[in-house]
């Protein structure tokens, strides 16, 4: 592909090969992998959060708190994320962290 010339097949500009290993799957393939990873999330959620229909399994406990404390109470929900719940609150932080970088490096240009 030359400078100002339209890609000739999907994945040219990131350097991929037309076809054969590390070359860009179809559109169906890519379409139900998303799918796929969408479903394994929401089950993982299901399973920390305990909304499996049941009861079923509870990964973090309910705070055990009354409705009316938390109407518009921002100083209730920081004790309950940075105490009951530093470890997943941490967590989240590191892969929203390592998302934005690999995002970063994804998207810069080689120069």
Same mark, same amino acid.
């Given at each position: 592909?030359?400078s100002?010339?339209r890609?000739?097949?999907p =994945?040219?500009? %990131? =350097?991929l090969?037309?076809? @054969? /290993? @590390?070359?860009l !799957? /179809?559109?169906?393939?890519? %379409? +139900? !992998? #998303?799918?796929?990873d969408? %479903?394994?999330?929401?089950g993982l *959620? +299901? %399973?920390a959060?305990?909304?499996?229909?049941n009861?079923?399994?509870q #990964?973090? $406990? !309910? $705070?055990?708190?009354a *409705? +009316?404390?938390?109407? =518009?109470?921002?100083?209730?929900? =920081? &004790?309950l994320l940075?105490?009951?719940?530093?470890?997943?609150?941490?967590?989240a932080?590191?892969?929203? #962290?390592?998302a934005?970088? @690999? +995002?970063?490096?994804?998207? &810069? &240009? &080689?120069?």
């Amino acid at each position: 592909m030359t400078s100002g010339s339209r890609p000739t097949y999907p =994945g040219e500009m %990131l =350097g991929l090969p037309e076809s @054969g /290993p @590390g070359s860009l !799957a /179809p559109m169906g393939r890519r %379409l +139900a !992998a #998303l799918l796929i990873d969408w %479903l394994i999330s929401y089950g993982l *959620a +299901a %399973l920390a959060l305990g909304r499996s229909g049941n009861g079923g399994m509870q #990964l973090l $406990p !309910a $705070p055990r708190v009354a *409705a +009316a404390s938390l109407e =518009g109470n921002t100083e209730q929900i =920081g &004790k309950l994320l940075f105490q009951n719940y530093v470890i997943p609150f941490e967590i989240a932080s590191i892969l929203l #962290l390592v998302a934005l970088v @690999g +995002a970063v490096v994804m998207g &810069k &240009k &080689k120069i």
